[in-house]
């Protein structure tokens, strides 16, 4: 894919605009703090001693979590604001670094126990290579978790856009004041699940989580039933294998 064919997502630059005002918003938010990073340390569990690379790692609330219980972290993003802000955040001893998951990764092979892609795939049409180069670096038997909006998305809340096609949809956010256009691929969940096969994946878990059981009851949504379950990502953990 050529740059004159990116979407705005897919170019390095594209959350330099608004990157403040991004962490910002997310550092206490209901999806970013009490329901995907939680969700996402579960699934790792244990993570003392093991060497961990964050794609797309944003301001780096993730790595901190993760170099507090133990981890040997690592990082990219494709945007030099979020770098600036997981800097400041980790300090110098960190590896932080500017990179593009859509091109080759600045690692060599084997180099991690894990690697999360949280809250990044769903702005690619083209996963293969994005997956391919996370097999690269990771160890065998290493594992992967990944973050996407829910594919059940569209039929509830887009019926215009057909599930079973790879499409994009245009959403509109406000990160802390600032507004921002997001392009979100949808694709169905056999389609994620033959991209990350052919990635060389194994499917060890798709999680549906609850929010963080300490998430403050002002910020959870109005339900009649449960307030803490709703449709919002879908987490997979994989095993990098032969």
Not at 33 to 52: S, T
Not at 144 to 156: A, G
């Amino acid at each position: 894919m050529t740059s004159e064919t990116r979407t705005a997502e897919q170019q390095p630059d594209h959350y330099d605009a608004f990157a403040d005002a991004y962490a910002r918003a997310n550092e206490n938010s209901l999806f970013n703090r009490w329901y995907a990073r939680p969700a996402v340390l579960d699934l790792l569990g244990d993570v003392a001693g093991r060497r961990i690379l964050d794609a797309g790692c944003g301001s780096g609330p993730l790595l901190a979590d993760l170099k507090e219980r133990g981890a040997r972290v690592a990082g990219f993003d494709a945007s030099t604001a979020m770098i600036r802000l997981a800097r400041e955040r980790l300090g110098d001893e960190v590896d932080l670094q500017v990179a593009d998951l859509t091109q080759s990764l600045p690692y060599d092979e084997e180099s991690f126990d894990d690697a999360l892609a949280v809250l990044v795939l769903h702005y690619l049409e083209d996963w293969s290579r994005p997956l391919l180069e996370l097999r690269r670096v990771l160890k065998l038997g290493g594992r992967l978790v990944v973050v996407v909006n829910h594919p059940v998305i569209p039929p509830v809340m887009y019926p215009e856009v057909n599930y079973f096609a790879t499409v994009p949809n245009e959403e509109e956010y406000d990160f802390d004041g600032v507004s921002a256009t997001l392009t979100i691929w949808y694709r169905s969940l056999s389609a994620m699940s033959e991209s990350f096969t052919a990635a060389g994946f194994r499917i060890l878990a798709i999680s549906e989580p609850p929010v963080s059981p300490d998430t403050p009851p002002e910020l959870l949504p109005p339900s009649e039933s449960d307030p803490t379950r709703f449709i919002g990502f879908i987490f997979f953990a994989l095993e990098a294998v032969a």
